[in-house]
């Protein structure tokens, strides 16, 4: 059995969907404070969902009851929620992911813990593509919590012999993403203003680039991790060896709806690194981790998931790659 922490997330969801259509008993944990029960829709009466919180240790330890793999997706994500709550940002990314490996090690079950880490433990260094054995620098509260679980996971490996398996991702974008939150991510923003005809909020100059990565990358890469021999303890980059600036967002966002969009520029956000690009060799050798779906195809399949779900009769024109 697989557990998925924050399954009704966006990016839990999609491994969710994932492990049914491979006809994986798959049970859900999530507090649903960010996760939406619509996303399960697919799937709701084939997985077995347990609503509770990482920081309530009685319904971690009942959530991993006879499980085997542990997809660790549940968090507080975004660096300016970070800055502006640092404390609840580390009480469940730093603590409950505490929490889910002491619980893990205890079941006796469980043979391996995928843990959702982040590209952001790199900071702000300016050697690209960022490895996975540079030493990190984290410059926001959310990093350095992703960063300490991260160091949690390869002591519990190392200690315990519980195996953990840490994938830094790289930005991933992709259907189910929400556009609601003041936190959400830039690509279902972009869309969504574009959509509406509002002006696309660009943070600074808008030339900070980004490892944009599409959820189906992240999906194999998860599934990889969680069955592939011999790399208990290590730490992975998921990505795609490119980058792609703000300003070519909001421009191949403007491609997709084949109209004009409004740009708007605020002053940058503080925790925002400049760039990052992963080098994937690692994933490639060991997990033998390839993407399969690139940017532009990517941006055009999030653009007609956004169109159809926001209710809009626009259909995406063909994306660049």
């Given at each position: 059995?697989?557990?998925?922490?924050?399954?009704?997330?966006?990016?839990?969801?999609?491994?969710?969907?994932?492990?049914?259509?491979?006809?994986?008993?798959?049970?859900?944990?999530?507090?649903?404070?960010?996760?939406?029960?619509?996303?399960?829709?697919?799937?709701?009466?084939?997985?077995?969902?347990?609503?509770?919180?990482?920081?309530?240790?009685?319904?971690?330890r009942?959530?991993?009851?006879?499980?085997?793999y542990?997809?660790?997706?549940?968090?507080?994500?975004?660096?300016p929620?970070?800055?502006?709550?640092?404390?609840?940002?580390?009480?469940?990314?730093?603590?409950?992911?505490?929490?889910?490996?002491?619980?893990?090690?205890?079941?006796?079950?469980?043979?391996?813990?995928?843990?959702?880490?982040?590209?952001?433990?790199?900071?702000?260094?300016?050697?690209?593509?960022?490895?996975?054995?540079?030493a990190?620098?984290?410059?926001?509260?959310?990093?350095?919590?992703?960063?300490?679980?991260?160091?949690?996971?390869?002591?519990?490996?190392?200690?315990?012999?519980?195996?953990?398996?840490?994938?830094?991702?790289?930005?991933?974008?992709?259907?189910?993403?929400?556009?609601?939150?003041?936190?959400?991510?830039?690509?279902?923003?972009?869309?969504?203003?574009?959509?509406?005809?509002?002006?696309?909020?660009?943070?600074?100059?808008?030339?900070?680039?980004?490892?944009?990565?599409?959820?189906?990358?992240?999906?194999?890469?998860?599934?990889?991790?969680?069955?592939?021999a011999?790399?208990?303890?290590?730490?992975?980059?998921?990505?795609?060896?490119?980058?792609h600036?703000?300003?070519?967002?909001?421009?191949?966002?403007?491609?997709?709806?084949?109209?004009?969009?409004?740009?708007?520029?605020?002053?940058?956000?503080?925790?925002?690194v400049?760039?990052?690009?992963?080098?994937?060799?690692?994933?490639?050798?060991?997990?033998?981790?390839?993407?399969?779906?690139?940017?532009?195809e990517?941006?055009?399949?999030?653009?007609?998931?956004?169109c159809a779900?926001?209710?809009?009769?626009?259909?995406?024109?063909?994306?660049?790659?």
């Open positions: 059995m697989y557990l998925v922490t924050g399954g009704a997330g966006f990016i839990g969801s999609n491994i969710v969907e994932a492990l049914v259509r491979k006809g994986e008993r798959v049970r859900i944990l999530d507090n649903f404070s960010t996760g939406s029960r619509a996303n399960l829709a697919t799937v709701d009466d084939r997985v077995e969902i347990i609503e509770g919180d990482l920081r309530d240790m009685e319904v971690v009942r959530a991993v009851e006879g499980v085997t542990i997809s660790h997706q549940a968090a507080l994500r975004s660096v929620r970070s800055v502006d709550d640092p404390m609840s940002t580390d009480a469940v990314n730093t603590h409950g992911t505490l929490q889910l490996l002491v619980a893990a090690r205890d079941a006796k079950t469980v043979r391996r813990v995928v843990y959702a880490s982040s590209s952001s433990a790199y900071g702000d260094a300016p050697t690209l593509p960022k490895v996975e054995d540079q990190p620098a984290p410059i926001s509260p959310y990093a350095v919590a992703k960063l300490a679980a991260e160091y949690y996971c390869r002591t519990f490996t190392h200690l315990y012999g519980l195996e953990t398996v840490s994938l830094r991702y790289f930005n991933v974008f992709g259907p189910k993403q929400s556009p609601e939150s003041k936190y959400a991510a830039v690509v279902p923003l972009f869309m969504r203003a574009a959509l509406r005809d509002e002006p696309l909020i660009v943070h600074g100059d808008g030339e900070q680039s980004r490892d944009f990565t599409y959820i189906d990358n992240v999906v194999q890469a998860n599934l990889l991790a969680c069955n592939t011999g790399v208990g303890g290590q730490v992975f980059n998921i990505a795609c060896n490119s980058r600036s703000v300003i070519e967002i909001a421009h191949t966002v403007e491609k997709l709806l084949g109209r004009p969009v409004k740009i708007e520029h605020t002053p940058p956000r503080a925790g925002d400049r760039h990052t690009q992963a080098s994937i060799e690692k994933a490639e050798r060991l997990l033998h981790y390839h993407p399969t779906v690139g940017f532009g990517g941006m055009r399949r999030t653009f007609a998931y956004l779900e926001l209710g809009y009769a626009t259909q995406p024109a063909p994306a660049a790659s």
